[in-house]
């Protein structure tokens, strides 16, 4: 089992920044590739971006490239995701994810059933 914990979420307005983490604790966490999915109201949950369990290869989905970036701390057993140039578009709930298999392909890590543990979320909003 790994549990997962989402922090950071907040009220920031469009253009600013936001860094979330996610800590990690049960199983090897260094064993895990790791993802961060978002879910706004009435849409279906949003691969936002992964990254690999050396931390050498990312993954991002085009609505984020250059604004946000993964990273993992796997002594600490946290992975963050920081946000910069924020739209209100990004406002969403934001879930980060483990997965413990399969290959790290943009159509593989985009995919939710791919993960195998999640945190319970954090709300992001962007006013405008």
């Known amino acids: 089992q790994v549990q997962l914990v989402e922090s950071g979420g907040g009220l920031v307005q469009a253009g600013g920044s936001l860094r979330l983490s996610c800590a990690a604790s049960g199983r090897t966490f260094s064993g895990y590739a790791m993802g961060w999915f978002r879910q706004a109201p009435g849409k279906e949950r949003e691969f936002v971006i992964a990254i690999n369990w050396s931390g050498s290869m990312t993954i991002e989905a085009d609505s984020v490239k250059g604004r946000f970036t993964i990273s993992r701390d796997n002594a600490n057993n946290t992975v963050y995701l920081q946000m910069n140039s924020l739209k209100p578009v990004d406002t969403a709930v934001y879930y980060c994810?483990?997965?413990?298999?399969?290959?790290?392909?943009?159509?593989?890590?985009?995919?939710?059933?791919?993960?195998?543990?999640w945190g319970q979320g954090t709300q992001v909003t962007v006013s405008s």
């Open positions: 994810a483990a997965d413990g298999g399969g290959l790290f392909t943009l159509a593989t890590m985009r995919n939710p059933y791919e993960y195998d543990y």
